[in-house]
């Protein structure tokens, strides 16, 4: 990093400090926290020209100072720390090595965007292509044990998505593999947006080769719906409200019903390369004040691609974010280089 000016110097130890703890952070705290060689009086100069100019802000509860989000916005474009995601991307480099051949590349995202919620404490959302015109191409059914197993379904573009089933009581796994074939037979070349009527066609030829065929369509019914209709995907929904930042109730509750509403984010659908980052009401959404943003787009396969997204509070570490998810982007991107090769 290039030499930075003391006053923005001081704004960097701001942020990381409030990102760190949460509290409003005084001039005392900086001096003693990261034994500055300045006097007292010449932080608190500097921590007053950034106050007028609107970099940092005054709690009403606190003497102490939070960045604002004129702040935040500086911290990341010239100021945030550079590889602060070493342990995340570790652990996303050494799963993709060891599941590469054995996983599809949708599992692999999944189980990527877990590891980034676990150590960020913070939410990631998968956003996939809408697939309302996309095709089926194939269905394949795997049993996991006597109660449940996996519905896979692959589209005309190459777009694979799985569904977990739980195998109808009284109903035998060959008679789910029957209706497998019957469905391949019959649904292989329509719409998503259309399996909803092709299925219930189905129906007939169904209660003619399966005793229990009721239930069996019901399980496979509500199985394509999900897969049709639910491109989203969220990893540590729990984490928000584990934030300090959410410890008012209204607040949480407020958290809660944003992560339900999908149409918010499916908006935040990237259409730009790169690291995306929004910062409360850069959000434009009246309910996203107090969280952030931090989005890239992900390459599903050479013909598709979705957005991954990190949600939080506006106090965030996001130097260790944005390093995740460049990281992330990057290795899928290779791997389903090297998969569709």
Avoid at 192 to 216: C, F, G, P, R
Wanted: charged share 25%; proline share 2%.
């Amino acid at each position: 990093m290039e030499q930075v000016p003391r006053k923005f110097l001081i704004l960097k130890l701001i942020v990381e400090e409030f990102i760190k703890t949460a509290h409003p952070v005084g001039s005392n705290t900086l001096i003693e926290q990261y034994q500055l060689d300045y006097s007292s009086a010449t932080v608190r100069n500097e921590m007053f020209s950034l106050e007028e100019e609107g970099y940092i802000e005054k709690p009403h509860t606190s003497a102490g100072r939070v960045p604002s989000i004129k702040g935040y916005r500086y911290y990341i474009e010239h100021l945030r720390s550079d590889d602060r995601a070493k342990s995340i991307k570790s652990k996303i480099k050494n799963f993709i090595e060891d599941h590469a051949t054995t996983m599809h590349t949708d599992q692999i995202i999944d189980e990527c965007c877990q590891i980034i919620s676990d150590m960020t404490n913070l939410v990631s959302v998968v956003m996939g292509p809408d697939g309302s015109q996309e095709k089926i191409a194939k269905v394949e059914l795997i049993r996991l044990n006597s109660s449940t197993a996996i519905v896979i379904f692959v589209t005309d573009s190459g777009y694979v998505e799985h569904k977990t089933i739980n195998i109808p009581s009284g109903s035998k796994i060959e008679e789910l593999e029957d209706c497998v074939k019957i469905i391949n037979k019959r649904i292989i070349g329509i719409t998503l947006n259309d399996t909803d009527v092709a299925l219930k066609s189905i129906q007939l030829v169904l209660s003619e080769h399966i005793k229990n065929y009721q239930a069996v369509y019901n399980a496979f019914a509500h199985a394509f719906l999900k897969f049709a209709s639910e491109r989203i995907s969220y990893y540590g929904k729990n984490n928000l409200l584990s934030q300090k930042d959410f410890a008012d109730i209204q607040k949480m509750k407020k958290v809660a019903k944003i992560l339900e509403d999908t149409n918010i984010w499916k908006s935040f659908d990237n259409e730009y390369e790169g690291i995306n980052v929004s910062i409360g009401n850069e959000n434009h959404v009246t309910d996203l004040e107090d969280i952030s943003i931090v989005s890239t787009k992900l390459k599903l396969s050479n013909s598709n691609s979705g957005t991954i997204a990190v949600i939080g509070p506006t106090r965030m570490d996001y130097s260790q974010v944005m390093d995740a998810l460049e990281f992330l982007s990057n290795s899928i991107d290779e791997l389903v280089n090297k998969k569709e090769k």
